[in-house]
């Protein structure tokens, strides 16, 4: 048995029992010794219709208590591979996005010192200032994006700043290297036939649902890893599954990916040299009880994890 | 900017604001002006099991405050092609199905003066009045018909008026010519073999899901194209997609279509001359928080929008 | 029959039908022959614990579908007595609350040049700008406030503004006289003793549930008429009343008023010199398919054009 | 140990298990040795706003599970004295409420041979062919009346039959004395003020949750028994109920009884000559995941039955 | 017409009208007559996660209202091919797994004097005392097992029942010759490589739901057709179906069947000897209010019947 | 500011972030410093009904996060006067009730080494092992215990233990003193008249919801602390509370507490001498989305603490 941080054994204590950390792991907000950290980041200030994705960490952390430790179809064990462990939520301030960019991007700064951010949001804003943070430490990276929508809006309501516009931002401050981009899973109705000029002038790669059911998801991958040179930062929009697999989410597009394709695409993360993780959009105030958008999120941070 | 009637900016008026219409177009229940009148028909009285569609309408328009006004795979822009308006319902009499038949006929008949009526039910009973007031009209029209049922029976209860009924009463009365009828996506246990005697005599063409599944959606899109010669109808029952996908109606069928396949069908419908259309059976009652039925309809509505 | 501005009549249309306004209303938005304007704010992003306030407004004109127009208690056709009207929301910017502040406080203004503003929220946060507004046009106005939380505290994650502190505000700049303010239903673990130190400091009343279980609810709703000299500005937060009774809020103490008791503390409002009135803080997300927050807030809402 | 019907020993055969029939008493739907039969009638049909009230008799089954034999506060234990069983539902027409009235008013004549009906609802559109049943058999009753609403409206959409109308019908048909019928718990808004006037013109007493907060409910448990000489018969309309007891109902009005209330009013019934009991208006879709409506309507039938 | 038990006409009493038995056949407890026994078990004390499954057999019940007697893609109409009826449920002791144990297999073995036992659970742990009384009578059989988990573990919490276990004891004890032994749509994470030893060193085939995306389900169901020599036992847990199509269960995995597939494989059986089945897993509790697990599992129950 | 344990300041962390504790405490497992320990107990194998108070320990953990440090009616810091922490869960054995009473009766053992037990549970079959642990440390103990039910019964399916037994098993084995042990809130049908002959035998005493209602709250309270001699354990199962208020339990009751009634008697423990103190039977899976049954659970934890 490695010396790792490993979940409890859910032969002695039952998996309902406890208070509910990521996959059972132990909590250590101090970051010692670990390696990956799982972080969530309880923001939804972000939001431009359906709110809740405050709720996303504490609702994921409750159904990865699921999640066993040995990832058979990658024939992994990533807790004995790395010290993983729930090092808590990085605080925000709910009452100021701007504010909250700047204690994300300071609380992912300090991780990065030690340890790969994998973190659980919170809106798709929040990847704006891990990125700030990584770039800055790193240069600028590479960007994998699983998402319904292109996230490169300018403006909302006078502000530079909500859950659709981060990538813009990230592309114009320098941290994302808009010829590594790539976003997978775009549909649903747009604003204008010009939403997506800035891909088009930054040389950023898109691959539509369409594009994905005629290709197939092993076409799409391979091509996703032929752009993944370098450094790289991905970041998983649960809203590029279908609301059929993913409800809990704040702006739903039908006719998305399914689940096992989700997981497809993640396991073939494996060999790409990723840099920070992200989940996001998961607001559990609009699953079901049976909260399965939560439990698929766990599981596609699990997949990840086995993928390093 | 086209003059037309145009959805709220939803940069400047949150999605979730003002009352709800649909997809946040402006309410002329006066049809001022109107191109394609979408309107709303709150009646469940025929239906058999699961009550509820009568609050279809409502979360419809409210789910359908998430739609942008471009059709990135149509490459449309409906709100600019035609005037489109929020029309209100079409009031019915919540005691008396038959009451209601009046009431629907005569309001379709003074939309049909100027707009051509987009219709959100409602049980599938409102068809038949509806086709009532075309025929009355136009003569004799073919007919799509998504579906997981026949909806061909005769009687229920000594009545001949009920969900289950209205396009054998609608071939019986004239209203549609069953050698251009064509029904997709038939499912689930039957009363017996004879179910679908009246198909094999009128010959209305139907496909089940099973055939769907064998020959693929573009080839039986292809032969619904086919089909589809002149003026026709189209009716799409919710209830022709799995439940996984559109819970929220009254008598749902497993094995159904998923939300793409769905979508992709009434694309299809591009080209062909639709003198009517109806988006039935959607029951948010049993829908959950996340209400992706009401989703999945106004979406469905859209890009049938988008085919015009 | 008056010529005012009338519910739809529900024995020709039925109460599911139709877009939902307020009380089943006409939606005026441009203000025409309005007296008293019946508004929403969709805001939420002051909130500390669980957000959806920004969902109320459609939910409360949802619930209001049940209203009829003739008070028995109060014996009054408040809809004959005024000219009443849904006349919209007053957009917001949901990635700013300084930015809304402004919005809203410009919005109600350009109603008190015609109409008397009842408004639903919405977080609390928005009575504030509310306060703003008529004070700027009236001077300083009383304050009857029903409540679980006193809301004057001062700052949170450096911000002046949330759901928490807009009495502070309000009573800082001037636009509430202290000394004529009453805060009814408090209760629930404080952060410390102080925390009605800004209620002593300026002579503000306030009334603990625990009075109003020792002394009466008629006792109590007495002495608040005995404050309620001048110009009153009425703030009804939904979270004074007990979770069982409104379990839809974003703060919810346990041990409140019950509904009856709300209600009648409403109706006691008759005689006071109103002039705008708030209900706040109902988050539909959070209540029960029965929608029971919503239709009390509604009810609630009903009363208060009763008691005018 | 009674010869008579008993529900199974919850002891042996889990309260979770078996088909769930009311109070887990044996399915005799032929009546056999019957005193008192337990009845459902599973229709809405009649219902203006919310419907679903055709699951209430399988949904108040299901939760009646919890009842025990034994009343102690009655101190009866009601499955000994009588011989009560799970008589099935009285089959009806969910297209027409005429041709529903009529398989009603059948099915009551034949209980009528030889058990007293207790009936579970369904909307109140169904008291009235119990009414016409009793009243063919028995001649005029007296009648008590639970209910938020009068229920004496004259036509609805232009119909003579909907859960609003019976009562007035039933007076005008001869089947019930208006001299001997009281109705208790009226609140909510009304259409005007002559909603009564039927009341005063035909002597019904009718006392509203005002008077009952006033005088409490002994006092006005005490007039309505003084008004019960004779045969009476009981309607329960589980919207007498505030809303955080009962949210589960199809037209809601806060402000209402609490459940001890409710409890108190049915077991003052005690020594009132009863010759049909219902309890109508439970509709399981809008209560919450613990239907406590449904259990509260379970215990009021329970003690209707040990008031014996 | 046959002779045999037939659901009762739903065009003469409406699906949701009285006690919901399974697919509203008669309620026969005394198997009289019977050659196919519907029966529940409503234990859910084996289980490790999310509880619930003790209502699985009433809200199944509830939902196979829904089904009608002719099945159209096998062309049969079960209920006349075979008597069947709904046999109740077997009690259990809630409190005990050791004790309930016993009581099934009593259960069984008297309904395996007549009857092929057709049960509804319950957690999986049901299976094991099903197949020892099927193998006390019979000698061991074969084995088909639709799942998402191997339930192969040895103990749990120092006990050797539950739910992950009731297969190793099964081949154990001798029930189940391991050589014909398969199992269909494992997934999900594992506690570790040596999870499927047990299945290695007896020959138990599994099959991953990798294997089944890419061999699709027609190989698979071929050479589970292979493996079904003799008689056959087949449990269908509910799990091997991905959590969009069945939200309610209690240790559900993301990525599986959906629920056409699910059906084609049951249709599959046609022509395997199959001498017990049970469907299990299935908690309501977890499911939306659509039900959509339950309606599901109803499904697989009515093909199976019809592939005999 | 205290050096003891305080909860996370919500003015810098959200109360929606970070792994869910008790109160937003510190997690102690090892309970260094502990004065009174915050324990959950996850278990429902005792369960006669609704399961799902397994999942109880994480909810109220989730709910509890609204509680602030200040408790304004008792005039008292807790976290101040006492060393208090989140101490995690006695790990439990699913599958056995015997051996989960010996898990819970050593866990509890440990625990009265350092701290005072204040568990939140999990159904009432874990108050029998606590009051082992107590008594074999200090003799019997008094107890004052709420609850609807007496659950002094004998055997449940052949067994001893179940949430109906454990206050007989503690008074048989010598735990308690049933001359100082008091039951407040009975109500409901019984089995029968002899239910409460163990009380009569053993000088319990037993309030009914009745004799509440007549007395008023403060004369039982008063009875109440007049029996309160020397030391006692207080259990307080959630269902002595109305299902208005408390909607998430196992078997609940109408017509019982109301929540400021149940916050008050929690109060009236102040100068009672308690060795421990249990909160049990709130199963989240029958809650609404509101939890309210969890939130006040957590108040009337907080204000046990608050009585210290």
């Not at 994921?60 to 430790?69: A, G, N, V, W």
């Not at 990125?131 to 403006?155: Q, S, Y």
Request: one cysteine or more; charged letters at 25%; aromatic letters at 10%.
């Amino acid at each position: 048995m490695s010396d790792n941080y490993q979940p409890r054994d859910s032969m002695r204590s039952p998996r309902f029992s406890q208070p509910a950390t990521f996959m059972r792991l132990p909590y250590v907000p101090d970051l010692k010794n670990v390696d990956i950290a799982l972080l969530g980041i309880a923001y939804d200030g972000g939001t431009s219709y359906r709110p809740g994705t405050r709720f996303g960490p504490r609702e994921i952390r409750e159904q990865s208590s699921l999640i066993r430790p040995y990832n058979r179809v990658m024939d992994r064990y990533p807790f004995n591979d790395f010290n993983i462990a729930d090092c808590g939520d990085i605080d925000t301030a709910p009452n100021s996005i701007e504010r909250t960019n700047e204690l994300i991007e300071e609380g992912i700064r300090r991780v990065l010192e030690q340890a790969m951010p994998v973190v659980v949001g919170g809106d798709h804003s929040i990847s704006l200032p891990i990125l700030r943070a990584i770039g800055k430490k790193n240069g600028p990276v590479g960007r994998i994006h699983f998402d319904a929508h292109p996230d490169t809006w300018d403006e909302y309501f006078g502000g530079k700043y909500f859950h659709g516009t981060p990538f813009r931002r990230a592309v114009e401050e320098g941290w994302v290297d808009p010829s590594r981009m790539i976003q997978i899973g775009i549909r649903g109705p747009l604003y204008g036939a010009d939403d997506l000029d800035f891909q088009r002038e930054h040389g950023i790669r898109w691959i539509t649902i369409d594009e994905v059911r005629e290709r197939g998801v092993r076409a799409v991958a391979d091509e996703m890893r032929s752009i993944a040179k370098g450094q790289m930062y991905v970041s998983f929009d649960i809203d590029c599954v279908d609301p059929a697999f993913a409800p809990g989410t704040g702006t739903p597009e039908v006719g998305g990916l399914d689940s096992y394709e989700a997981l497809t695409f993640v396991r073939a993360l494996k060999g790409v040299d990723v840099v920070g993780f992200d989940l996001v959009e998961v607001t559990p105030l609009y699953d079901g009880p049976g909260q399965v958008t939560s439990l698929l999120a766990a599981n596609l941070v699990f997949e990840f994890l086995s993928s390093r």
